[in-house]
Protein backbone atom coordinates (compact mmCIF):
# COMPACT_ATOMS: atom_id res chain seq x y z
CA UNK A 1 0.00 0.00 0.00
CA UNK A 2 1.31 3.02 -0.91
CA UNK A 3 2.08 5.98 1.60
CA UNK A 4 -0.16 9.28 1.34
CA UNK A 5 1.48 12.63 1.02
CA UNK A 6 1.42 14.71 4.37
CA UNK A 7 -0.09 17.67 2.88
CA UNK A 8 -2.92 15.23 2.50
CA UNK A 9 -3.31 13.72 5.75
CA UNK A 10 -4.39 17.06 7.75
CA UNK A 11 -6.70 19.27 5.71
CA UNK A 12 -9.39 19.12 2.77
CA UNK A 13 -7.45 18.92 -0.93
CA UNK A 14 -8.99 18.89 -4.52
CA UNK A 15 -8.67 15.49 -7.02
CA UNK A 16 -6.62 17.73 -9.09
CA UNK A 17 -4.05 18.55 -6.13
CA UNK A 18 -4.19 15.05 -5.21
CA UNK A 19 -3.07 13.55 -8.75
CA UNK A 20 -0.13 16.65 -8.30
CA UNK A 21 0.99 14.55 -5.96
CA UNK A 22 0.86 11.67 -7.21
CA UNK A 23 -2.08 10.05 -6.31
CA UNK A 24 -4.07 8.18 -8.45
CA UNK A 25 -7.84 7.91 -9.11
CA UNK A 26 -7.78 4.68 -8.18
CA UNK A 27 -6.34 5.60 -4.83
CA UNK A 28 -8.71 8.12 -4.06
CA UNK A 29 -11.94 6.29 -4.46
CA UNK A 30 -10.62 3.81 -1.93
CA UNK A 31 -11.25 3.30 1.76
CA UNK A 32 -8.46 6.37 2.99
CA UNK A 33 -10.62 8.84 1.60
CA UNK A 34 -13.93 10.25 1.96
CA UNK A 35 -15.76 13.07 -0.73
CA UNK A 36 -16.50 16.09 1.25
CA UNK A 37 -17.56 18.12 -1.72
CA UNK A 38 -17.44 17.22 -5.91
CA UNK A 39 -13.60 17.50 -6.30
CA UNK A 40 -12.79 18.00 -2.70
CA UNK A 41 -11.74 15.42 -0.73
CA UNK A 42 -10.36 14.77 3.21
CA UNK A 43 -8.61 12.02 4.36
CA UNK A 44 -10.60 9.84 6.58
CA UNK A 45 -8.84 9.96 9.80
CA UNK A 46 -8.59 13.95 9.39
CA UNK A 47 -11.77 15.48 11.88
CA UNK A 48 -12.58 18.29 9.93
CA UNK A 49 -12.56 22.05 11.77
CA UNK A 50 -14.34 25.04 11.00
CA UNK A 51 -11.47 26.51 9.27
CA UNK A 52 -11.18 22.88 7.10
CA UNK A 53 -15.26 23.81 6.42
CA UNK A 54 -14.62 27.20 5.20
CA UNK A 55 -11.64 25.98 2.89
CA UNK A 56 -13.30 22.77 1.46
CA UNK A 57 -16.35 25.26 0.28
CA UNK A 58 -13.83 28.00 -0.93
CA UNK A 59 -12.10 24.46 -3.22
CA UNK A 60 -15.34 23.41 -4.12
CA UNK A 61 -16.97 26.55 -5.26
CA UNK A 62 -15.81 28.59 -8.42
CA UNK A 63 -12.89 31.54 -7.42
CA UNK A 64 -15.20 34.31 -8.53
CA UNK A 65 -17.44 32.88 -5.20
CA UNK A 66 -16.34 35.24 -1.62
CA UNK A 67 -17.17 34.63 1.75
CA UNK A 68 -19.54 37.24 2.49
CA UNK A 69 -22.15 37.51 5.81
CA UNK A 70 -21.82 35.78 9.04
CA UNK A 71 -19.29 33.74 8.23
CA UNK A 72 -17.07 36.41 6.31
CA UNK A 73 -17.73 38.29 10.21
CA UNK A 74 -16.45 34.93 12.15
CA UNK A 75 -13.53 34.81 9.78
CA UNK A 76 -12.02 38.32 11.97
CA UNK A 77 -12.60 36.28 15.22
CA UNK A 78 -16.25 36.97 15.96
CA UNK A 79 -17.71 33.84 18.20
CA UNK A 80 -21.53 34.70 17.53
CA UNK A 81 -24.23 33.20 15.62
CA UNK A 82 -24.39 30.19 13.32
CA UNK A 83 -21.21 28.40 12.10
CA UNK A 84 -23.37 26.82 9.27
CA UNK A 85 -24.22 26.77 6.37
CA UNK A 86 -21.12 28.67 5.29
CA UNK A 87 -22.24 31.87 3.24
CA UNK A 88 -20.46 32.86 0.07
CA UNK A 89 -21.47 35.47 -2.72
CA UNK A 90 -21.65 34.86 -6.50
CA UNK A 91 -21.99 37.52 -9.29
CA UNK A 92 -24.72 36.07 -11.35
CA UNK A 93 -27.23 33.65 -11.68
CA UNK A 94 -24.98 30.46 -11.17
CA UNK A 95 -26.60 27.57 -9.19
CA UNK A 96 -25.12 25.11 -7.06
CA UNK A 97 -26.35 22.94 -3.98
CA UNK A 98 -23.27 21.92 -2.35
CA UNK A 99 -23.99 20.45 1.30
CA UNK A 100 -23.63 22.84 4.13
CA UNK A 101 -23.08 25.88 1.55
CA UNK A 102 -25.53 29.26 0.84
CA UNK A 103 -24.28 30.06 -2.38
CA UNK A 104 -25.64 33.99 -2.93
CA UNK A 105 -26.49 35.29 -5.86
CA UNK A 106 -26.15 39.32 -6.28
CA UNK A 107 -26.30 41.60 -9.82
CA UNK A 108 -23.17 43.28 -8.31
CA UNK A 109 -20.61 41.96 -5.30
CA UNK A 110 -20.63 44.30 -2.92
CA UNK A 111 -16.60 45.50 -2.29
CA UNK A 112 -14.21 42.48 -1.66
CA UNK A 113 -10.92 42.32 0.03
CA UNK A 114 -8.44 39.60 -0.16
CA UNK A 115 -10.11 37.47 2.23
CA UNK A 116 -13.74 38.40 1.09
CA UNK A 117 -16.70 40.12 0.60
CA UNK A 118 -15.58 43.05 2.98
CA UNK A 119 -16.48 43.32 6.63
CA UNK A 120 -19.01 46.37 6.06
CA UNK A 121 -20.43 44.90 3.16
CA UNK A 122 -20.31 41.51 4.87
CA UNK A 123 -23.13 43.04 7.90
CA UNK A 124 -24.65 44.59 5.32
CA UNK A 125 -25.52 41.17 4.17
CA UNK A 126 -26.27 39.87 7.55
CA UNK A 127 -28.36 42.53 8.55
CA UNK A 128 -31.07 41.07 5.42
CA UNK A 129 -31.73 38.26 8.09
CA UNK A 130 -30.55 38.73 11.20
CA UNK A 131 -32.62 39.86 14.55
CA UNK A 132 -32.18 43.32 15.89
CA UNK A 133 -30.21 42.55 18.83
CA UNK A 134 -27.84 39.93 17.07
CA UNK A 135 -27.37 42.99 14.59
CA UNK A 136 -26.47 45.92 17.18
CA UNK A 137 -24.13 43.35 19.31
CA UNK A 138 -22.27 42.25 16.22
CA UNK A 139 -22.25 45.94 14.47
CA UNK A 140 -21.18 47.12 18.21
CA UNK A 141 -18.15 44.54 17.46
CA UNK A 142 -17.22 45.41 14.64
CA UNK A 143 -17.11 49.06 14.94
CA UNK A 144 -15.07 48.25 18.01
CA UNK A 145 -12.37 46.56 16.84
CA UNK A 146 -12.56 48.77 13.50
CA UNK A 147 -12.94 46.34 10.95
CA UNK A 148 -15.83 48.63 10.06
CA UNK A 149 -17.01 52.51 10.47
CA UNK A 150 -20.40 54.45 10.40
CA UNK A 151 -20.01 56.48 7.43
CA UNK A 152 -18.54 53.72 5.59
CA UNK A 153 -22.24 51.22 6.70
CA UNK A 154 -24.19 54.63 5.42
CA UNK A 155 -22.15 54.95 2.13
CA UNK A 156 -22.48 51.52 1.52
CA UNK A 157 -26.43 51.13 2.10
CA UNK A 158 -27.25 54.32 0.56
CA UNK A 159 -25.20 53.75 -2.63
CA UNK A 160 -26.93 50.62 -3.04
CA UNK A 161 -30.33 50.40 -2.09
CA UNK A 162 -31.48 47.91 -3.90
CA UNK A 163 -28.72 45.26 -1.71
CA UNK A 164 -30.30 42.40 0.14
CA UNK A 165 -29.99 44.17 3.76
CA UNK A 166 -29.20 48.07 2.91
CA UNK A 167 -32.47 48.84 4.56
CA UNK A 168 -32.44 46.72 7.61
CA UNK A 169 -28.33 47.97 8.12
CA UNK A 170 -29.19 51.56 8.05
CA UNK A 171 -32.30 50.66 10.08
CA UNK A 172 -30.47 49.41 12.66
CA UNK A 173 -27.50 52.09 12.39
CA UNK A 174 -28.50 54.82 14.81
CA UNK A 175 -28.92 52.01 17.46
CA UNK A 176 -25.23 50.72 17.33
CA UNK A 177 -22.35 52.21 19.67
CA UNK A 178 -18.49 51.53 18.96
CA UNK A 179 -17.42 52.00 22.59
CA UNK A 180 -19.39 48.81 24.08
CA UNK A 181 -16.48 46.35 24.43
CA UNK A 182 -18.01 43.15 24.54
CA UNK A 183 -21.33 41.17 22.84
CA UNK A 184 -22.67 40.76 26.13
CA UNK A 185 -22.69 44.15 27.19
CA UNK A 186 -24.17 45.50 23.82
CA UNK A 187 -27.14 43.11 24.44
CA UNK A 188 -27.35 44.50 28.16
CA UNK A 189 -27.75 48.44 26.57
CA UNK A 190 -29.85 46.86 23.58
CA UNK A 191 -32.59 45.39 26.12
CA UNK A 192 -32.15 48.31 28.18
CA UNK A 193 -33.01 51.08 25.79
CA UNK A 194 -35.85 48.89 23.94
CA UNK A 195 -37.33 49.48 27.43
CA UNK A 196 -38.13 53.01 27.08
CA UNK A 197 -35.69 53.24 30.15
CA UNK A 198 -32.52 56.53 29.66
CA UNK A 199 -29.78 54.72 27.38
CA UNK A 200 -26.43 54.48 29.54
CA UNK A 201 -22.99 55.53 28.10
CA UNK A 202 -20.54 52.78 26.97
CA UNK A 203 -17.54 52.26 28.61
CA UNK A 204 -17.27 55.60 30.00
CA UNK A 205 -14.97 56.79 32.78
CA UNK A 206 -16.36 56.79 36.42
CA UNK A 207 -14.58 59.65 38.46
CA UNK A 208 -12.96 58.29 42.16
CA UNK A 209 -12.32 61.35 43.35
CA UNK A 210 -8.61 63.23 42.58
CA UNK A 211 -7.17 61.99 39.74
CA UNK A 212 -8.91 58.27 40.21
CA UNK A 213 -11.32 56.98 37.39
CA UNK A 214 -12.02 53.52 36.82
CA UNK A 215 -14.26 52.46 33.81
CA UNK A 216 -18.05 51.55 34.04
CA UNK A 217 -19.55 49.30 31.41
CA UNK A 218 -22.72 50.71 31.02
CA UNK A 219 -22.78 54.41 32.85
CA UNK A 220 -26.17 56.15 33.67
CA UNK A 221 -24.25 59.60 34.86
CA UNK A 222 -27.19 61.43 35.45
CA UNK A 223 -28.22 59.26 38.52
CA UNK A 224 -24.05 57.80 38.89
CA UNK A 225 -25.39 54.04 38.53
CA UNK A 226 -22.50 51.67 36.62
CA UNK A 227 -24.52 48.65 35.13
CA UNK A 228 -21.53 45.85 34.71
CA UNK A 229 -21.57 42.89 32.84
CA UNK A 230 -19.72 39.91 34.34
CA UNK A 231 -19.50 36.73 32.31
CA UNK A 232 -17.93 33.56 32.60
CA UNK A 233 -14.67 34.34 31.58
CA UNK A 234 -14.56 37.11 34.10
CA UNK A 235 -14.72 33.81 36.88
CA UNK A 236 -11.94 31.63 34.53
CA UNK A 237 -9.67 34.41 34.03
CA UNK A 238 -7.97 34.83 37.34
CA UNK A 239 -6.37 38.15 36.14
CA UNK A 240 -10.08 39.57 35.36
CA UNK A 241 -11.35 38.12 37.86
CA UNK A 242 -9.06 40.12 40.69
CA UNK A 243 -9.49 43.26 38.51
CA UNK A 244 -12.95 43.15 39.10
CA UNK A 245 -12.65 42.62 42.67
CA UNK A 246 -10.44 45.90 42.91
CA UNK A 247 -12.70 48.00 40.71
CA UNK A 248 -15.75 47.06 42.49
CA UNK A 249 -14.43 47.53 45.65
CA UNK A 250 -12.73 51.06 44.36
CA UNK A 251 -16.71 51.68 43.64
CA UNK A 252 -17.91 50.99 47.09
CA UNK A 253 -14.98 52.95 48.83
CA UNK A 254 -16.36 56.00 46.49
CA UNK A 255 -19.92 55.20 46.94
CA UNK A 256 -20.33 54.61 42.98
CA UNK A 257 -23.63 52.70 43.16
CA UNK A 258 -23.42 49.52 40.79
CA UNK A 259 -25.11 46.67 39.50
CA UNK A 260 -23.66 43.38 38.36
CA UNK A 261 -25.35 41.75 35.06
CA UNK A 262 -24.90 38.26 34.39
CA UNK A 263 -25.61 35.42 31.69
CA UNK A 264 -28.36 34.10 34.00
CA UNK A 265 -29.53 37.26 34.58
CA UNK A 266 -29.74 38.22 30.47
CA UNK A 267 -31.88 35.18 30.24
CA UNK A 268 -35.07 36.98 32.33
CA UNK A 269 -34.55 40.34 30.23
CA UNK A 270 -37.39 41.81 31.72
CA UNK A 271 -36.48 40.92 35.08
CA UNK A 272 -33.22 42.26 34.84
CA UNK A 273 -34.13 45.66 32.85
CA UNK A 274 -36.67 45.52 36.25
CA UNK A 275 -34.16 45.76 38.39
CA UNK A 276 -32.41 48.36 37.00
CA UNK A 277 -34.95 50.68 36.71
CA UNK A 278 -36.03 49.58 40.25
CA UNK A 279 -31.96 51.04 41.18
CA UNK A 280 -32.47 54.05 39.19
CA UNK A 281 -35.47 54.84 40.87
CA UNK A 282 -33.96 54.81 44.38
CA UNK A 283 -31.31 57.19 42.45
CA UNK A 284 -33.74 60.03 41.71
CA UNK A 285 -35.06 58.96 38.27
CA UNK A 286 -38.27 60.44 37.57
CA UNK A 287 -38.97 58.87 34.22
CA UNK A 288 -41.54 56.13 33.22
CA UNK A 289 -41.39 52.73 34.00
CA UNK A 290 -40.12 50.02 31.38
CA UNK A 291 -42.56 49.60 28.79
CA UNK A 292 -42.06 45.82 26.70
CA UNK A 293 -44.07 46.49 23.66
CA UNK A 294 -43.27 47.52 20.24
CA UNK A 295 -39.72 48.49 20.40
CA UNK A 296 -39.01 45.34 22.71
CA UNK A 297 -40.43 42.77 20.98
CA UNK A 298 -38.26 44.30 17.76
CA UNK A 299 -35.19 42.74 19.18
CA UNK A 300 -36.55 39.62 19.13
CA UNK A 301 -37.49 39.47 15.59
CA UNK A 302 -35.72 40.31 12.01
CA UNK A 303 -35.16 43.65 11.70
CA UNK A 304 -36.64 43.03 7.96
CA UNK A 305 -39.82 42.49 9.64
CA UNK A 306 -39.41 46.02 11.05
CA UNK A 307 -39.67 47.51 7.95
CA UNK A 308 -42.35 48.28 5.35
CA UNK A 309 -42.38 46.40 2.35
CA UNK A 310 -39.24 46.76 -0.09
CA UNK A 311 -41.62 48.01 -2.99
CA UNK A 312 -42.75 51.22 -0.48
CA UNK A 313 -39.26 51.66 0.81
CA UNK A 314 -37.70 51.93 -2.39
CA UNK A 315 -41.23 54.43 -3.38
CA UNK A 316 -40.47 56.34 -0.69
CA UNK A 317 -36.49 56.60 -1.79
CA UNK A 318 -37.23 57.62 -5.35
CA UNK A 319 -40.06 60.33 -4.14
CA UNK A 320 -37.07 61.66 -1.50
CA UNK A 321 -34.51 62.12 -4.15
CA UNK A 322 -36.86 64.29 -6.81
Given at each position: MRDIPTPLLHGPFTRAGALELGVSKTMLAGHRFVRVHPRVWRHRDHVMTWADDLEAARLALPLAARPTGITRIQMLGLDQG????????????????????????????????????????????????????????????????????????????????????????????????????SLKESETRALIV??????????????????????????????????????????????QYNADIERFALFRDHDVPYLQVTQESLARPKTMVGTVYRRLLRLGYLGPPPQFGEAWDALFRPIRRSLPPRRTRLRELVAGQR
Open positions: PRRPLHFVIQGDLHLALDGIFLHRTLALAPCDEYGVTPTGAYLAWCATARTIDAIAVGDWLLHHRHMTVRGLADLALAAPWRDGADEALWVLDLLDGRSRASGLPSPESNHPVALGGDAVALGDLVFRPWGLVVEYEGAHHQVDRG
